[in-house]
């Protein structure tokens, strides 16, 4: 995982962590290392919760990742904390130690889904994970503010209702497509390719990049053939994580004809979470639905 972590203590810091820990509000005070677990937050939350998200950038690479007093400041003032696991955002740990709050309550998503190191990290592609992370957060505010639980309960139930619409659409695709070769430059999306029936290709290939190491000659080799003998129907591309190899291969699928299909791993401003899969199923919809050349 090409996670760059440097957390920066800098003087002043912990004093800083002890005044945002000292304030009280009448709010749950939240913070979420990504954006896409932020709008599951608000969703459950409503008016009832504050919360910060760490990750939200869109155009940025979401490895790359620079700690700040400020974001130590907000874990420290933080009553619940929720985080991805897998080691996908493994400088939370670290982060947590830093500003410890004994009654704060941590929700690591890799937990709730059984995932661990080395385990495809992009928990939020699978489509049973956000309402296993719902029922959690539910949960999780439901305790810390027993006054309101009737309130989070009734916004889960709604949550999990609005995402119908994304179920009907992944099995709207599974029908038709199911056992179609695609591939990829990165597992980003290979927990939703596996729920819409779709065969991956290039996986060795895809987890090399994922964790900044070079995949071997021949797995390069055998990337550059799906494409130029179109033995894949598209080409999932990360559009946050570029690197000269992956371009390349972007390249070599436009020269060749093949569709490309840009996923991302922050969730776009302004859109929620169940218009964010929309977006992507509906973009591989219509490269599945090109013509082959």
Avoid: C
Avoid at 8 to 25: E, P, V
Avoid at 64 to 79: D, G, M, N, S, Y
Avoid at 237 to 261: C, E, F, I
């Amino acid at each position: 995982m090409r996670t760059v972590a440097r957390l920066a203590l800098a003087s002043g810091l912990f004093f800083a962590m002890t005044i945002g820990a000292a304030g009280q509000d009448t709010k749950l005070s939240i913070v979420a290392a990504e954006n896409f677990y932020a709008d599951i937050v608000r969703q459950i939350g409503g008016d009832r919760v504050e919360v910060a998200s760490i990750l939200s950038n869109p155009n940025q690479d979401p490895h790359l990742f620079e700690a700040t007093p400020t974001i130590v400041r907000q874990i420290a003032a933080a009553k619940i904390v929720i985080f991805n696991g897998a080691d996908y955002d493994a400088w939370m740990d670290k982060l947590l130690k830093a500003a410890p709050r004994a009654e704060r309550t941590v929700v690591t998503v890799a937990e709730l889904v059984n995932k661990k190191a080395g385990d495809n990290p992009h928990l939020w592609y699978e489509p049973t994970t956000m309402p296993t992370v719902a029922r959690a957060l539910a949960s999780a505010f439901s305790r810390t503010d027993p006054a309101h639980a009737a309130d989070y309960a009734a916004r889960l139930q709604a949550f999990i209702g609005s995402l119908d619409r994304v179920n009907r659409k992944i099995e709207e695709i599974r029908a038709k497509y199911a056992g179609v070769a695609i591939t990829a430059t990165e597992p980003v999306f290979g927990y939703m390719a596996s729920a819409l029936g779709l065969k991956v290709r290039n996986e060795r290939f895809q987890m090399a990049v994922m964790n900044d190491t070079e995949p071997s000659a021949r797995e390069i080799a055998a990337f550059e053939d799906d494409l130029k003998e179109h033995k894949v129907k598209l080409l999932l591309y990360n559009k946050q994580a570029s690197t000269k190899l992956t371009q390349g291969m972007l390249d070599l699928a436009h020269r060749s004809n093949v569709p490309v299909v840009g996923v991302t791993e922050t969730e776009p401003m302004g859109m929620s979470y169940q218009d964010w899969m929309l977006s992507h199923l509906e973009d591989l919809q219509k490269a599945l639905a090109q013509p082959s050349t």
